[in-house]
């Protein structure tokens, strides 16, 4: 899978969105964190743990990974590290973004060995992988 | 007579008065010192992320952990956090999660589990590795014991299903494995008040009573969901389930009650 790489301009608080392909979980101050794999995080209220509240939704692009300290939301947008200021909610703004920080979404194999479809860089970022049928491969490892 | 004593004790007293106040400053001094000191490390108003988490915080730093290192982020401005150090782990995509432990980070590989202390949080160092056959292990662990599931399947290799006890007491060099114990599909775990909730995938959600943590003893079994990760927080167990998540009352450790789910 392929992206056009970009930092994002901003980022904003909407509506509670539905999971859909559910990730890795993080609580802070009775506020749930889960990430929607590849798209964002969840923020759920857990005042009452026997009956949470979705608040809202959070996009975040190639999102797989939380934690936070204080007021800033660390997370990543691919293989970027992206902070954000969680202070008020209907006003999250991005404190830092850092470039190729890490490694989380390898660009040049997949995650499991085996043939693949070589990386044509013409075509972009590489995202992630999917599993398909493909026909004479070239690349294997 | 005892007016020249007193003149005499005068000064003397007071010198002894000065010399407490003295000691009385330079312990509030130190005191406030320590305070700063503990406020770095535990005050710090983090939350807390699962046993399969790539990031975390301890103290005022972040630490990732991507296929092949670990990286240090400085936190001394939280909004704005820089780079401070990398350190070359494994090869081939081979790490997989990171949990902290007081000054030390508990580190899961497809081949190991590293120890790594953070006594300098700003230059982690390997203090300790316990190698493995090849599998997938998240980690948790308290100052005795680090409690690790080895899993085959999906993009890990191997062919083992497992729940291993390490004492890392010692601290450095190759933790000694003290248990073992056949799972189904396990992947993350939960450590709270000597219990340990390991997800066993569609198999179901394992207590295991670890007052003994060489000699876990299983003591329920919760099915319903296919389980994947969990947190322990006070008394509520937030898990993330496939499709979700689901979350416990623990109050009664051994047997935790659903609360609600979250789908959808």
């Known amino acids: ?141 | 007579m005892a007016g020249r004593r007193r003149k005499f004790i005068h000064p003397n007293a007071n010198t002894k008065m000065k010399l407490r106040y003295l000691y009385i400053l330079v312990f509030i001094l130190l005191a406030a010192i320590g305070c700063e000191k503990d406020s770095n490390r535990s005050v710090a108003a983090t939350g807390k992320g699962g046993s399969t988490a790539r990031f975390t915080i301890s103290g005022v730093h972040l630490y990732v952990v991507d296929g092949d290192e670990l990286h240090t982020f400085s936190l001394q401005n939280p909004a704005e956090p820089e780079q401070v150090n990398s350190l070359q782990l494994g090869w081939n995509n081979s790490i997989e999660t990171i949990f902290p432990w007081k000054d030390k980070l508990f580190i899961g590989s497809t081949d190991a589990m590293y120890v790594i202390s953070i006594s300098n949080p700003r230059q982690p160092v390997v203090e300790g590795t316990a190698s493995h056959i090849r599998a997938c292990d998240p980690v948790v662990a308290d100052d005795k014991y680090a409690y690790v599931t080895v899993r085959t399947g999906n993009n890990c290799s191997g062919d083992i299903n497992a729940l291993y006890v390490y004492d890392v007491s010692a601290g450095a060099g190759s933790p000694s494995r003290v248990f073992s114990q056949d799972m189904n599909n396990p992947h993350g775990l939960g450590l709270h008040n000597n219990y340990l909730y390991v997800c066993d995938g569609a198999a179901g959600l394992d207590v295991f009573n670890v007052q003994d943590g060489a000699n876990p003893r299983l003591v329920t079994t919760k099915k319903g969901y296919t389980f994947f990760d969990c947190i322990p927080v006070d008394n509520v167990l937030v898990c993330m389930i496939e499709g979700g998540m689901v979350l416990y009352d623990i109050s009664t450790p051994a047997n935790p009650v659903v609360l609600s789910e979250i789908k959808k």
């Open chain 1, 1 to 141: 899978m392929y992206a056009e790489k970009a930092k994002p301009s901003s980022v904003s608080f909407q509506q509670p969105q539905a999971i859909e392909n559910a990730g890795k979980i993080y609580v802070k101050d009775k506020l749930l964190y889960q990430v929607e794999n590849g798209k964002g995080i969840h923020v759920i209220s857990i005042t009452d743990p026997s009956k949470p509240v979705r608040e809202g939704f959070i996009p975040i692009a190639g999102a797989q990974e939380i934690s936070i300290l204080n007021n800033s939301l660390y997370t990543n947008t691919y293989n970027d590290l992206l902070v954000l200021d969680i202070s008020s909610p209907e006003n999250i703004t991005i404190t830092k973004y850092i470039e190729n920080a890490f490694t989380l979404v390898s660009t040049v194999t997949p995650p499991e060995s085996g043939y693949f479809e070589c990386v044509d860089p013409a075509k972009g970022m590489v995202i992630g992988w999917t599993k398909k049928k493909i026909y004479s491969p070239k690349c294997k490892y």
